[in-house]
């Protein structure tokens, strides 16, 4: 084909090949080109080459041959002006060797793989690697990086079970100084509280406080955190139960260290009428409990050599074979009532906690014939610490659990709960916990795994009056990233979890709020070299 322009520009000619002339005369005006035609014309020209210029360098990344400047661009611009793109088997390629599985054991002793990115990357840049060879290197490096993380993981989650369930020496130092000093010095075996205050422990009108602890350090701090800041500590009345072994010891620390005014009483659960009369129901559980727990469970070594399970199932199962989950004290809330028929109200401490602000208020609290007012556990902005529904702890898959639970039902939290005594005395509260705790025993512990809170939510299930976040900020214990700012700002912190403030494992930055409520300087405390880190 040939093209004629005549020199007036009034006619364009074209010639057709194989001897045929067709000829189409155009009209053109007189008018000179002008300069603004011209320039949008050059702008046009000059977008068109770029754009060709960018498809048509653009290289394949599987190594086949290269294509001409406008064979690739035919080859790319083609489907899309019919609508469709151009697929590219490259990243079937890659999907289909980083699908393939791999064992462990295919990894082991191989010099070949790259141990950094660094490596990886000069390796490829320098082989000049296919897709097929970048995705086998790649896959081997992650499947290898993954492993290594995996068993870093699971020996970390070991060692913090180990640490969290040993009795840390400065602590066994202070039991057994106490306890000798109770034996030798009267003034440590004064009665708590003394006989003209004994009338206050039964005198609804005072701030019943109930806390349940083997840990004398622990309890001393829960005490003077919440003498120290209340604005009436001569209304508060601070019941304190232990065990036998522990009784002589906290006796002594309490008789050596006033809080007056503010009324401490030291208790063992065998000086308890309704204990220590015939069965009691959550001892039996507790038995039953760790024989099923030896027997099905097969201790921690058992735990980790689990190769399926993710390392945060593994770390829970750990926490499950924590001693405090078997610990007497953290069953005894469930039987309040009965441990004071006389009360009709109090508030439950968890001896890992540490109070900040003034707790009267929580005695002006409606709780609207509600039992237990706590702080829901599945709405804040912490989204790891506050995500907890009913399926976080009980197991959905069971029948007996699907069928008459709801998995989305907010949790809410033990360790500051406010307990109307009266309004729990009309309930079955306490035996539906120990039913509960029966069916999870016949089930082989296939209902929940983790201590008190799993059954606690089922027996104060629709008894719960919810109450401000202010009043317990959850997840100091296994939470690194709550700052000290935001902590400081809440009426009470827990440590929940296993790094607890008395561990060496604690957070640094965290523990300062628990260790200003201890005196470093008196002489129990130095002579057993507890220090605030």
Known sequence: MQLHISPSLRHVTVLPGKGVREFIKVKVGSRRLSYRMLFYSLLFFTFLLRFVFVLSTVDTIDGESKCSTIGCLGKRLGPRILGRRAESNVPEVIYQILEEPISKDELQGRSDI???LEEFTAEIKESKSDAKTFAIKLR????????RTRTAKIQEYLYRHVASSSIPKQLHCLALRLANEHSTNAAARLQLPSAELVPALVDNSYFHYVLASDNVLATSVVATSLVKNSLHPEKIVLHIITDRKTYYPMQAWFSLHS???AIIEVKA????????????PVLEAMEKDQRVRAQFRGGSSAIVTNNTDKPYVIAAKLQALSPKYNSLMNHIRINLPELFPSLTKVVFLDDDIVIQTDLSPLWDIDMNGKVNGAVETCRGEDKFVMSKRLKSYLNFSHPLISSNFDPNECAWAYG??????EAWRKTNISLTYHHWLEQNLKSDLSLWQLGTLPPGLIAFHGHVHVIDPFWHMLGLGYQESTSFAHAESAGVIHFNGRAKPWLDIAFPHLRPLWSKYINFSDKFIKSCHIRAY
């Open 416 to 421: 500051m709960n406010v307990f109307d005594l």
């Open 140 to 147: 081997d490096m992650v499947t290898l990086m993954e492993q």
């Open 114 to 116: 790259p141990q950094t």
């Open 259 to 261: 809080l007056s005014p």
């Open 269 to 280: 659960l065998h000086h308890f009428d309704w204990f220590s009369k015939g069965k009691v």
